[in-house]
């Protein structure tokens, strides 16, 4: 069974800084593509950012220049380090991850339980 686990949310001041963790574990084989999704009450879950296995990333435009996402290919380990909030990044943040595990034997993606960002102007 593979379980993704975050940490690192709270509550910070505009243009402060944060940085969230999403630790997998469980039956895990590989992990190719990693992520961080975002979203805000009564709206989708969007993308923020996305890293491969060999560290390529890609950001949407409204976080570039201000979040960068890292990874722990030994620890299956996702960060995401985020400057200068703004209060418009105040949502829940999930990380996501293309996982092949025993149990299934072929890649699909997985969830963590989601932590909160709220930036106070």
């Known amino acids: 069974q593979v379980q993704l686990v975050e940490s690192g949310g709270g509550l910070v001041q505009a243009g402060g800084s944060l940085r969230l963790s999403c630790a997998a574990s469980?039956?895990?084989?590989?992990?190719?593509?990693m992520g961080w999704y975002r979203q805000y009450p009564g709206k989708q879950r969007e993308l923020v950012a996305t890293i491969t296995r060999g560290g390529s990333s890609n950001y949407v435009d409204p976080v570039k220049g201000r979040f960068t996402i890292s990874r722990d290919n030994a620890k299956n380990t996702v960060y995401l380090q985020m400057n200068s909030l703004k209060p418009e990044d105040t949502a829940v943040y999930y990380c996501?991850?293309?996982?092949?595990?025993?149990?299934?034997?072929?890649?699909?993606?997985?969830w963590g339980q989601g932590t909160q960002v709220t930036v106070s102007s």
């Open positions: 469980g039956s895990i084989l590989s992990i190719n593509d």
């Open positions: 996501n991850s293309d996982i092949l595990s025993r149990a299934t034997m072929f890649f699909r993606p997985y």
